[in-house]
């Protein structure tokens, strides 16, 4: 049986997983204010109801219930967890509805958290989801598809020799063929610097429309400006219309350069959510992506605290196709 490619992010969603911050030994000072920032994305998200329905997953009972406290508006579960981010840990739903899910290893064997290798089999369960389970490791942050078969990743993700050792690029090309449905794979080259998953692609190149994909143009002094003219370049060749948004640039915390993206969108219903940093193209790349989004309201909101624990909106989120 032929599988169908995950639809496009910006076709319509039933719903969303999002994760909430549960873990205060991980989380530290920005425990409260990473949850603030989470429930703000929910809500704009949720856009007053006009939005999709956000399913808020807790790791326990006690954060359930301050995500309840926080957000009126959401749907509350509480399924044991590592840590947030779903992007790679929750199932990938194709084209026919059908829950796909691959090996976890906490993105190379950096981060063993309890929980976090089963809670896309637990999510899916909890939708009544046909589980479909393939036996080699993928994040759903490690790829990017346009809903008509193409899909962009990148080499230093998902050929790193700390993921699936035993398959080549072939090989990896093959089973996202087979196994998402996939009918082109677009390989680009590095992802961001310092970016602890070895480059996801929703850091870097972004699907806003079939064929047309986003990469962010460089800010001057900016740590990832030969990945991004690399990434056009690659993705031209490969037949694709690019799309240039600003860059923040060079993004500090505690004086270490950290994979800080506009890229890290959320493609809703009503609204695409974009993470913002206090850099000087904030409002220059919500502009940029309210263009590519006319029908949409485009949102620009912080995402500091958020960043601490390495990621942003869309690597804290899934959505539920239909």
């Not at 991004?228 to 037949?239: P, V």
Request: net charge negative.
């Amino acid at each position: 049986m032929t599988t169908l490619p995950p639809p496009a992010e910006w076709a319509h969603h039933k719903a969303v997983w999002i994760g909430f911050p549960s873990h205060a030994d991980l989380w530290l000072d920005d425990l409260e204010p990473a949850r603030d920032e989470v429930v703000a994305f929910a809500s704009a998200v949720h856009a007053d109801g006009r939005g999709e329905t956000v399913i808020l997953v807790a790791a326990d009972e006690g954060s359930a219930g301050t995500a309840r406290r926080l957000a009126p508006f959401a749907e509350v579960v509480v399924e044991p967890f590592g840590d947030i981010w779903l992007r790679d840990t929750a199932p990938i739903i194709v084209g026919d509805g059908t829950a796909h899910q691959f090996v976890f290893n906490g993105w190379g064997g950096k981060y063993d958290l309890p929980g976090d290798d089963t809670i896309g089999r637990r999510l899916a369960e909890s939708r009544g989801k046909t589980l479909a389970a393939f036996d080699w490791v993928l994040e759903g942050g490690a790829v990017d598809g346009d809903g008509t078969g193409v899909v962009v990743t990148t080499e230093q993700c998902l050929l790193n020799r700390n993921r699936n050792p035993d398959l080549d690029k072939a090989g990896i090309e093959a089973r996202l063929k087979s196994d998402l449905g996939f009918s082109q794979v677009v390989w680009l080259g590095d992802g961001l610097v310092n970016d602890h998953t070895d480059g996801h692609v929703d850091n870097l190149a972004r699907f806003v429309g079939e064929g047309r994909v986003a990469i962010p143009e460089a800010a001057e002094n900016d740590p990832n400006w030969q990945v991004y003219q690399l990434a056009k370049r690659d993705a031209e060749r490969a037949g694709l219309t690019v799309v240039s948004i600003p860059s923040p640039g060079r993004v500090l915390r505690d004086e270490e350069i950290v994979p800080a993206s506009y890229m890290n969108f959320y493609i809703g219903n009503a609204a695409v959510v974009v993470p913002l940093y206090g850099a000087e193209n904030d409002d220059a790349a919500v502009a940029a992506i309210q263009a590519i989004f006319p029908d949409r309201q485009v949102v620009g909101q912080r995402a500091d605290h958020i960043l601490t624990g390495g990621g942003s909106f869309h690597c804290i989120s899934q959505q539920i196709p239909g």
